[in-house]
């Protein structure tokens, strides 16, 4: 929703050229606030506004800006005013940032930028989307362990205006090889000792990740280990950087809105869902849709196999979307349940057995619970109560195979180094539905011929 407050006033001030109130309008809130109060202003206009603000302040309320205006200002500001805007962020968010600008653009900005802010930002771009080093920081407060705490104190002071983080402090070598770890707060708790060393102090075993690790398996080990950052060394074990808790936040929101988009059985948007065009939204929706509309087909495709059967029982038909909504929603469930238990690693697929053992339980006693209701009104509309067999014992086998396909198909999509979250419940309750009626056609042919 936009926040349209401010926007006549603003409007009103860039008109006017009135440079100290805009001034005064970026600093009188916070950054996260001041960019709200932006939302409906068009890059250019945005732009003009952040001018008016000091350097610091401009980088700050840029970096609470949505996505699509900040690559609108890249896009169309000028280079020359953007370069020191670039070269003054943290390197992970315009790395990042830079990924979603016309190369062209990147390209022309980049040239503008100071040779060693240009060569960070080079060397993380060459880090694949997803990995560990493309979410990963550079501006990290790493001291040697020779130093006293009075004097890692001076000199961490001394960096802390360039640093996005300075809670844990590295401790290395002459030639970057991690050594340790202190905290701030130890240090702060060592005044008393201004002469102890930070080899005393420091912690040596460190938990690291490589800078090639998987971006989800990074995140999640920051939250097991509840750390506000940690550290990424190469082969050498070198310090290259370090990821932090913010970043570890947006990895592991991204991450859930892949799920989210998948268990819908929908592409994952890049854009938000206002910005992507309607052919876009309509193509990315119509890959699943085709292939559930498949499942469907072949379903209907099998009850027309069936047709002499149902000519017969014509009150069987009465039962069709009992059986397989029965199946396809005890399958969802299951499905759900075993892709967040895989997320979050609660279990393995090495747990198979288990699984399967406890949802077959699960099954047969759901199974016996709709099998009994579905009994009861089976009696009502079929012709006798043994004919209405039929619907208890199709719905047993439906829900028990409803269950176990469900909790082994995203188990099967894991164990071949898939996303378990691509087996989306749709496209579990389509599999389902073919089952299902597989299964009904042939207790009823079993039965009541």
């Known amino acids: 929703m936009i926040n349209t407050l401010y926007l006549p006033e603003l409007r009103e001030m860039l008109a006017a050229e009135d440079g100290a109130g805009l001034r005064e309008f970026c600093i009188a809130l916070h950054a996260g606030r001041t960019a709200e109060f932006m939302e ?6 945005a732009w003009a506004v952040l001018l008016a603000a000091d350097s610091a302040t401009r ?18 500001a000028n280079p020359t005013e953007l370069a020191p805007l670039i070269a003054d962020m943290p390197p992970d968010d315009r790395v990042d940032l830079l990924h979603h600008t016309d190369p062209i653009v990147v390209e022309t900005v980049l040239s503008l930028i100071p040779t060693e802010e240009r060569r960070d930002i080079l060397r993380l771009r060459a880090y694949p989307e997803g990995t560990a080093g493309a979410v990963m920081t550079t501006e990290v407060a790493k001291l040697p362990e020779t130093l006293t705490v009075r ?7 001394r960096q802390a205006q360039d640093l996005e983080t300075i809670y844990y402090i590295y401790i290395v070598d002459d030639d970057n090889h991690l050594r340790g770890l202190v905290s701030t707060r130890q240090l702060v708790t060592q005044l008393g000792k201004p002469e102890t060393l930070l080899a005393e102090l420091m912690k040596r075993d460190l938990v690291t990740v490589s800078a090639t690790d998987d971006q989800e398996a990074v995140a999640e080990k920051v939250a097991d280990f509840d750390f506000l950052a940690i550290p990424v060394v190469d082969a050498e074990r070198h310090l290259v950087g370090i990821i932090t808790y913010d970043d570890v936040i947006d ?18 948007l890049e854009e938000s869902y206002l910005a992507t065009g309607l052919l876009r939204l309509t193509r990315l929706r119509a890959g699943w849709l085709l292939v559930l509309f498949g499942a469907a087909l072949l379903t209907a495709l099998l009850l027309k196999s069936y047709h002499e059967a149902l000519q017969n029982v014509a009150w069987l038909v009465w039962f069709v979307p009992l059986v397989i909504s029965s199946g396809g929603n005890t399958g969802s469930q299951s499905a759900t349940l075993i892709i967040r238990a895989l997320t979050i690693k609660e279990i393995m697929p090495s747990d198979w057995v288990e699984v399967v053992w406890r949802e077959l339980w699960i099954g047969a006693l759901l199974g016996a619970f709709l099998a009994s209701i579905g009994y009861l009104a089976a009696c009502f509309l079929a012709p006798t109560p043994s004919d209405a067999l039929v619907i208890p014992i199709t719905l047993m086998l439906v829900v028990v195979c409803g269950t176990m396909l469900g909790a082994l198909l ?9 996303d378990p979250a691509l087996m989306s419940t749709p496209f579990v309750a389509g599999i389902i539905d073919i089952v299902g009626i597989v299964l009904y056609m042939n207790v009823a042919i079993w039965l009541l011929e």
Do not use: N
């Open 40 to 45: 409906g202003l068009v890059p250019l206009e």
């Open 59 to 76: 980088v700050a309320i840029f970096g609470f800006l949505d996505e699509e205006i900040q690559v609108g200002i890249l896009e169309s």
């Open 151 to 157: 004097a890692a104190l001076e000199e961490i002071g």
């Open 251 to 268: 990895v592991l929101q991204e991450e859930a809105t892949e799920d989210a988009y998948l268990a819908g059985a929908v592409v994952p």
């Open 410 to 418: 995203p188990l099967l999509f894991q164990r071949m180094g898939l």
